[in-house]
């Protein structure tokens, strides 16, 4: 025989709903997100709040190119970053390559902005002079590899809208998946799809998806360490070119923090000193 739900049984049930409901958008560290798009744009602001505060950056890397055949050439390069503190002005990076030998010297510099063009600039020391790059070409290729010049800045909030997608599991740990779309007219993305860790918002993966919005690329991320017990960094970088075959791995090495950078450190005029 049925009864009628009592009034505990109907306030039960309607907390239960609500919970669910709740609990579907989310609170991102205290802040709660109404919507996909407020919940993707509170996850983002999270990732940069945790990484504010490391002044400057220096690291070694390597940077492996190989083609569908499986041969590759390997380079040898430094990373200066400055951090910039305004929010409506992007952080500084420069790029020099040590090996091999014919690109020795080259020099990329960038200073990131967040809905104007970037500034950057490439050192080709074969032609003895600082060219300024268009901000129509930021969506080809960064000196041959599957990493586009875009790629290499510094991914300030601002420069895309958001939408998270769902939760949901990226090996053993729990991820954000938000989409985020580039509001920089001349990006070579239609929009990316980022997994974040639900732990220490660190990226896992993202896929970039073409102009075309067909899948182009999916970037992966590993050997997170903490530095200054703050500061994830990933010392592994792979970027698989679903479209050609073509991958690009960088590894990180020799991390280090504050090392008193400023902005004289990433004067383009002083691209053709660089040693």
Known sequence: MLTRPTSFHRWWTDWRVLAVAFLSFGVVD????????????AIAEEMD???????????????????????????EL???TLEVPARETGDKSLIVFDHPRDIEGTAFLSFTKILDPDDQWLYLPAL?????????NKS??????EFAYEDMLSQEVDKYDYRWLRDEDCGPLSCFVVERYPLYENSGYTRQVVWIDQDEYRAQRV?????????????????YKQYLDQYWRADDWYMENHQTGKTTRLTFDNWEFRTGLDENDFDPN??????
């Open 30 to 41: 205290g802040v709660q997100a109404e919507t996909p798009e407020e919940k993707g744009r």
């Open 49 to 75: 709040r945790r990484d504010l505060g490391f002044e400057d950056s220096y690291v070694e890397l390597k940077m492996v190119l190989s083609n569908k055949q499986g041969e590759s050439s390997t380079r």
């Open 78 to 80: 430094r990373l200066q």
């Open 128 to 136: 003895k002079r600082v060219k300024r790059i268009s901000s129509a």
């Open 140 to 145: 080809g290729p960064f000196v041959g590899s």
């Open 207 to 223: 896929d970039f998806y073409d102009r075309k919005d067909s899948l182009l690329k999916t970037l992966t991320f590993g050997g």
């Open 270 to 275: 002083r691209l053709k000193r660089l040693r």
